[in-house]
């Protein structure tokens, strides 16, 4: 007998079968509980957001608007001048959170985000290009963004294509792309007119501050459809995190599974980066965030999308109001918390592989 009694140890199935719902019990709570929170604390933000600037809303005027209360003006303050702005920040963190979830489960690689891999970068160059090369202006350039971020992954595709997908060569491939892109669009920048130029920083920093109508109604719709998509088929990211040969014997065709999901994230990286610009490392952080906290599985997605998007509307309110009189746009912020995140990473990798 153990020291720990007879009474402690698994007799049978049945003790085992109890172990096991215990410990599942457990997690889907702890689950539940940081998506209620994730969710409490962007409807947090979101009502903190709408009371900020100097039109003087308080909180708890807010919630008298968003129940059907509030006068004339503080109805036009709330959803004229504040909601669009940050319902954009939601839907376009969440967008880029969800997509970095996706990445980094199935290349199961914590470096692999789309602004670390170039898609976001692409969507930029696209933007840039139309406007300074091709003087394209208006609705149409989000169209370019789009594109360029669609051009960019299929370039890395067919390049880090060897007899199936690997996530070392597909993140190699990014990143060179990133870098390429990135140069590209400098050299656009500096041989552009200033004017226009300065119009086209939009897209090289990433900005949810001059989202119109109609981008927030095509960004809502796009990220929904994408978005459910993915839920549909989450279900093979369980065995894709065994590796394939694994997944291939639980009836899991890996590579084609593989494809789909990150067409599909691509498909989100490119329609929020089409609206906003590429907004750093939002697809890194959220992510790695919510696998610490709830574990792999849908679940982590739903966290990732709500971190994401509290994320993005924290940073957007920060770069507002965090310093009077100056205006920083929210992936200047996003890039400052970022990259100390992102030398950590790769400073506990080293470790880890040493």
Request: with cysteine.
């Amino acid at each position: 007998m153990t020291t720990a009694g007879a009474t402690d140890r698994l007799d049978g199935p049945a003790d085992v079968a109890s172990v096991v719902a215990s410990v599942r019990a457990r997690r889907r709570r702890r689950q539940l509980l940081v998506v209620a929170v994730s969710a409490g604390l962007a409807v947090v933000l979101a009502v903190l957001a709408s009371s900020f600037g100097a039109a003087g809303v308080t909180p708890d005027r807010v919630l008298a608007v968003l129940v059907g209360q509030g006068d004339r003006v503080e109805r036009f303050v709330v959803f004229e001048l504040r909601l669009p702005r940050i319902l954009a920040a939601l839907f376009v963190g969440a967008a880029f959170a969800l997509a970095g979830a996706v990445f980094q489960s199935t290349l199961r690689n914590p470096l692999a985000s789309p602004d670390i891999l170039g898609i976001s970068t692409g969507a930029s160059l696209g933007a840039v290009w139309a406007m300074l090369g091709l003087g394209v202006a208006g609705a149409a350039v989000a169209g370019f963004a789009f594109g360029g971020g669609l051009a960019v992954a299929v370039v890395i595709w067919l390049t880090a294509w060897r007899q199936g997908l690997h996530g070392v060569r597909f993140v190699l491939v990014g990143v060179g792309m990133a870098y390429v892109c990135g140069s590209t669009v400098t050299w656009l920048l500096a041989r552009g007119e200033v004017r226009e130029a300065q119009a086209a920083l939009h897209w090289t920093v990433g900005s949810v501050a001059d989202v119109r109508g109609d981008q927030l109604a095509l960004l809502a719709v796009g990220v929904l459809i994408v978005s459910a998509l993915i839920a549909a088929v989450a279900r093979v990211l369980a065995p894709l995190a065994l590796g394939d040969d694994h997944a291939s014997a639980l009836g899991v065709r890996a590579d084609a599974s593989r494809v789909v999901l990150l067409v599909l994230a691509v498909a989100l990286v490119a329609t929020a980066a089409s609206v906003a610009g590429p907004i750093a490392f939002v697809a890194l952080i959220a992510p790695a965030v919510a696998r610490r906290l709830v574990g792999g599985g849908g679940a982590a997605l739903l966290a990732s999308a709500l971190a994401g998007a509290a994320l993005t509307l924290a940073a957007d309110v920060i770069g507002q109001f965090a310093i009077p009189g100056l205006t920083a746009p929210v992936g200047i912020v996003t890039g400052v918390i970022g990259a100390p995140y992102l030398l950590w990473l790769l400073a506990r990798t080293e470790r880890t592989r040493a």
